[in-house]
């Protein structure tokens, strides 16, 4: 399985952005799709995930409200709509998939980042 992210750049504050993350390969193996940022000098964390039917679905604290996770199962394509951005929003973000039928717990499968820069 091979995950390409793009959509990410640089906004002002209050901004919306739309991430996307392409799938390839054997994506019929993909039972969970994340995304995950890393700000400078901080871990990474994840910060919305879907099951493959869309129904299932997990926000962190921080972007509820503001962020919503899509999928598009016959484009192969999850997205990230991020509203309302915040300057604590900056961070490189990483879409990633996995085999195994929770959120939690490790993924299986990383595509490249795309920044995301918030200015205040």
């Known amino acids: 399985v091979q995950l390409q992210a793009s959509g990410g750049g640089l906004v002002l504050a209050g901004d919306s952005l739309r991430l996307s993350c392409a799938a390839s390969?054997?994506?019929?193996?993909?039972?969970?799709t994340g995304w995950f940022r890393q700000a400078p000098g901080k871990e990474r964390e994840i910060v919305a995930a879907?099951?493959?039917?869309?129904?299932?679905?997990y926000y962190a604290d921080s972007v509820k409200g503001r962020f919503a996770i899509s999928r598009d199962n016959a484009k192969n394509t999850v997205y990230l709509q991020m509203n309302s951005l915040k300057p604590e929003d900056t961070a490189v973000y990483y879409c990633?998939?996995?085999?195994?039928?929770?959120?939690?717990?490790?993924?299986?499968?990383w595509g490249q980042g795309t920044q995301v820069t918030v200015s205040s």
């Open positions: 390969g054997c994506t019929s193996s993909i039972m969970f």
């Open positions: 990633a998939a996995k085999e195994a039928r929770e959120w939690q717990g490790d993924y299986d499968y």
């Open positions: 879907t099951g493959w039917s869309g129904v299932k679905k």
